[in-house]
């Protein structure tokens, strides 16, 4: 299976951490949307979408990117990280997940954890989840990496 991770990790590395983690179990290759061929997504049987999230939002540099891939069949999946939990009314990862869809991939899962965040008012105190992503939460991006790996249906 040839698999693709585009990773836009942009404050302190842990995005991607997570991404390394799965990729490692995927035999994936890691890329930043800047970096990332069309060409190369469209010859993958697998393509992994993920950054941290910014005002519950994927970062702008992954969402453009999407936005200019062409229409395509084909599995993907979506992971994030975070300084605050997902609300479970606003999914952070829907937004990213429909325009996935709306592209002609059909997403397999999500994957999130806390990190590190020292956004305004957590600077202050030195940022919050500061041993995050920690071993347990790699483990479970890898966990999560296996199951898109064997083809078990869609994972959260």
């Known amino acids: 299976m040839k698999a693709v991770i585009v990773c836009a990790s942009v404050s302190h590395g842990n995005t991607r951490r997570v991404a390394d983690s799965m990729a490692r179990v995927l035999g994936a290759t890691v890329v930043s949307p800047e970096r990332a061929d069309p060409a190369e997504l469209a010859d993958a049987d697998l393509v992994g979408f993920g950054s941290g999230i910014f005002y519950g939002r994927f970062h702008a540099r992954l969402t453009d990117f999407v936005t200019a891939l062409p229409e395509r069949q084909g599995r993907a ?10 609300l479970p009314l ?57 199951q898109l790996r064997d083809g078990r249906g869609p994972v959260s």
Request: hydrophobic share 45%; glycine share 10%.
């Open 90 to 146: 606003a999914p952070f990862a829907r937004p990213l997940v429909r325009l996935l869809e709306g592209k002609g991939l059909t997403v397999d899962g999500s994957f999130s954890c806390r990190a590190l965040d020292t956004w305004a008012p957590f600077k202050l105190v030195g940022g919050i989840n500061k041993q995050r992503p920690n071993v347990g939460d790699l483990a479970a991006a890898q966990a999560f990496a296996k």
């Open 77 to 86: 999946f979506v992971f994030a990280t975070s300084g605050l939990p997902e």
